[in-house]
């Protein structure tokens, strides 16, 4: 039977590489000169050693990162790091400040505010986060154990163009959903988290870069015995994401994905790809007053762009149409409304364009 693949422009879980996909498809039921699935191998086989470390080394060559950083496949989503990070290295007596740009940086303040003290440097939620904060805006407090950021927010659809200027204040960031849609040089950062199922993989997995002296750092405070293992990043990083049994077939996965990452040429081809797919859809709806873009111009984000209609019926009636001419996912997250299309990595450009023609024959026959 043929299976015909519609285009998914849904936020997470979502779409992911096709060339990924049809190998494990492929290899499902035996593994090349392994005889077994992927799904039945141990996790301390030679098999599944093969497979993570190839996932790690792809990872590390995309971005470059160097080894005083570890690399971690970690269970519990991004919404765990919310927790970690404070846990791991928000010491008592200390204290971190946090950006807030969107719905995900209010979860992650209010994790952390359960764990120690929270110093909100930026909120953008007066005017519903449209932007991230202009130079001078945030109130960082010097000292801080780290700065949060939410470097792309995925309901808003609000991303950095580039990275604020925090002075020599060490950066914690949820990058989830724009992972590797562009150039990243690791060593601005001191962590990085990402839940695989945006931009990098399937649910179940999530990428964490870490430097190791703040592994070495947090593992040295005295809360920090008190912690349960699989909260401790020196736990996972000592056992390389092995200490207990990961996740197993989403970091095969995910590994695929890199690996199509790899061959299309990295970060600054896939960066390429992203800017013309985005700049596409924003040109369209700024084309004339019908459609309207959530984010301010500065703040867009390239890889969830979320827009508005001039009435709620028009934007229920350009889902369901959107839907009859095979494009998925397309209704905006419940608390801000309106459309969103997350046109990831994976996505293709051709569903891009077919989006911007359904526009224009939407407004012609609505506008
Ligand atoms: C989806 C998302 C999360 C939550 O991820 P889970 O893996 O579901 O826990 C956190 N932050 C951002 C920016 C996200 O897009």
């Not at 950062?189 to 592994?215: E, F, H, S, W």
Request: hydrophobic content about 45%; aromatic content about 8%.
């Amino acid at each position: 039977m043929s299976t015909t693949r519609i285009y998914n422009f849904a936020a997470g879980p979502a779409v992911l590489p096709e060339p990924a996909l049809e190998e494990a498809q492929r290899d499902l039921l035996a593994l090349p000169g392994v005889g077994m699935s992927v799904l039945e191998i141990s996790h301390r086989s030679k098999a599944f050693e093969a497979i993570i470390g190839g996932c790690e080394a792809a990872i590390r060559q995309l971005a470059g990162i160097p080894e005083h950083y570890h690399v971690l496949f970690l269970p519990g989503g991004a919404t765990l790091q919310f927790s970690m990070v404070p846990l791991n290295l928000l010491p008592a007596g200390s204290w971190a400040d946090y950006v807030v740009t969107g719905s995900w940086s209010e979860k992650a303040v209010k994790e952390a505010k359960k764990v120690g003290a929270v110093n909100v440097a930026f909120t953008g939620k007066a005017d519903n986060y449209v932007r991230v904060p202009k130079a001078g805006e945030m109130k960082l407090t010097p000292g801080a154990a780290y700065v949060h950021l939410t470097t792309n927010e995925t309901i808003h659809g609000v991303e950095y163009h580039a990275l604020p200027d925090v002075g020599d204040a060490v950066i914690v960031a949820d990058t989830s959903s724009h992972m590797f849609s562009r150039p990243l040089d690791v060593t601005r950062y001191g962590a990085i988290y990402a839940g695989a199922q945006k931009n990098l993989g399937p649910a179940g997995v999530t990428l964490v870069i870490i430097r190791d002296d703040l592994v070495k750092k947090a593992a040295e405070s005295r809360a920090y015995a008190t912690l349960p293992v699989m909260l401790q990043y020196g736990a996972h990083a000592a056992e390389k994401s092995l200490y207990n049994t990961p996740p197993a077939f989403a970091i095969y996965l995910m590994g695929l994905a890199m690996k199509w990452l790899v061959s299309i040429g990295g970060l600054s081809a896939i960066e390429t790809i992203n800017e013309r797919k985005a700049g596409k859809l924003y040109a369209e709806i700024d084309r004339t007053g019908f459609y309207r873009g959530h984010a301010a111009k500065e703040s867009r984000s390239r890889m969830n762009v979320t827009f508005r209609l001039p009435t709620e019926d028009l934007e229920a009636q350009f889902v369901k149409e959107a839907k009859a001419a095979g494009m998925d996912g397309l209704k905006g997250h419940r608390s801000v409304g309106g459309l969103r299309a997350s046109i990831y990595n994976a996505f293709p450009e051709k569903g891009v364009d077919v989006l911007v023609d359904f526009m224009k024959e939407f407004e012609r026959k609505n506008g």
